[in-house]
């Protein structure tokens, strides 16, 4: 049974940084793709930044310059370095892995990160 579990969340002032990361376990082959999301109170869940199998990365808009994904293969490992946060950042964080033949992929239960003075 695969299991993510996320870490590293917690309260941080504004411009502050945060590392979140990612641990997997259980039978995970051909990874198609990993990222992260988040889902503030209220809105959809969204695409915060994600790194293809072949190390190509996307980034919404909102965190483009300020978060860095990263990803271990060996261990289907993934982080996620957040600096200059803002409040807008608050939110629930998700990690996924999505292998091929697997639609959606897996998630985890989630990481809460409060930017706030």
């Known amino acids: 049974q695969v299991q993510l579990v996320e870490s590293g969340g917690g309260l941080v002032q504004p411009v502050g940084s945060l590392r979140l990361s990612c641990a997997a376990s259980g039978s995970i082959f051909r990874v198609y793709a990993m990222g992260w999301y988040r889902q503030a109170p209220g809105k959809q869940r969204e695409l915060v930044a994600a790194v293809t199998s072949a190390g190509n990365t996307n980034y919404a808009d909102s965190v483009k310059g300020r978060f860095t994904i990263a990803k271990d293969n060996a261990t289907k490992a993934m982080y996620l370095q957040m600096n200059s946060l803002k409040p807008e950042d608050t939110a629930v964080y998700y990690c996924?892995?999505?292998?091929?033949?697997?639609?959606?992929?897996?998630w985890g239960q989630g990481t809460q990160v409060t930017v706030s003075s």
């Open positions: 996924n892995i999505v292998p091929l033949g697997v639609p959606g992929g897996y």
